[in-house]
């Protein structure tokens, strides 16, 4: 019986891939927002401080002429890019998405999916609150309260139904499928655990809340390592995106 042919045969997908389709993504995204509606969405994935309740949406509220709704919409071309690097890598050089990245879903997914999620963001939301207080009371999530408040019921609708599901299953296929399993090709798992959750929160421009994203990228990632699956990591994130959607509206 003949030997099974390794990964490394089989799919050529790898970090280039990654390169190229983050770099894309945001040429993407900077693109429509300068041309539609003049306001530069920050660099990185659609995390942003509405869904940290920190201060990433910074940018995004200075972009008073633009409605909630038209920005939400403009990530579309970002997240786009990214599953289609993802596919492109799967389909075209490897095995397939559910082979090579693990798109797969299971029941249990949900439940621990939801409990890892809720427990990150009290975990931040209790981290940045301690943190206010030692910094004399810095209201950090106020341009992202600033932003939710811009928007009218379409507005929440789309930030709800777009930051909060649409969001989290492309970045989960990007930096949990794409990326972590590109550097485990190269890397032990601990190792590529911690830079792909240190990359994760470093796109994202904002050094105040770099431990927070930090911190739910190594959850995501545990959970995508641990199960061999994205379904839980997939889960985690909408129900950290989804708790921080519920406090800020």
């Known amino acids: 019986m003949p030997s099974p042919v ?3 045969a089989r799919a050529r997908w790898g970090l280039l891939d990654v390169v190229a389709g983050f770099l894309i993504a945001q040429m993407a995204a900077i693109l429509v927002t300068q041309v ?8 990185g ?3 942003g401080a509405g869904l940290a309740g920190l201060a990433e949406g910074e940018r ?3 972009s008073a002429g633009a409605p909630l709704m038209a920005l939400v919409v403009a990530q579309l071309p970002l997240w786009g890019v990214l599953v289609g690097a993802v596919v ?4 075209v050089r490897g095995r397939g ?3 090579d990245f693990g798109l797969r879903f299971r ?3 949900v439940p621990v999916g939801l409990a890892t999620g809720v427990g990150a963001q009290a975990l931040v939301v209790l981290g940045y609150w301690l943190w206010g207080l030692a910094s004399d009371g810095l209201d950090v999530d106020l341009p992202a309260r600033q932003l939710a408040a811009k928007g009218d019921g379409a507005g929440i609708l789309a930030l709800v139904l777009l930051l909060g599901i649409v969001g989290p299953v492309a970045e989960e296929a990007f930096y949990r499928g794409l990326l972590l399993r590109s550097l485990e090709r190269r890397l032990s798992p601990v190792v590529s655990l911690v830079l792909s959750a240190v990359i994760f929160a470093a796109v994202h421009i904002q050094a105040v809340q770099f431990a927070g994203l930090l911190l739910a990228g190594l959850a995501f990632g545990w959970l995508a390592q641990r199960t061999g699956r994205l379904g839980p990591a997939v889960c985690a994130h909408v129900a950290f995106n989804l708790t921080t959607l519920a406090l800020l509206l």
């Open 60 to 62: 995004l509220a200075r």
């Open 107 to 109: 029941p249990i997914d």
């Open 36 to 43: 539609g509606w003049d306001a530069l969405l920050p660099v």
């Open 6 to 8: 390794p990964i490394e």
């Open 97 to 99: 998405v559910v082979e």
């Open 88 to 91: 492109f890598a799967g389909q």
């Open 45 to 47: 994935t659609a995390l």
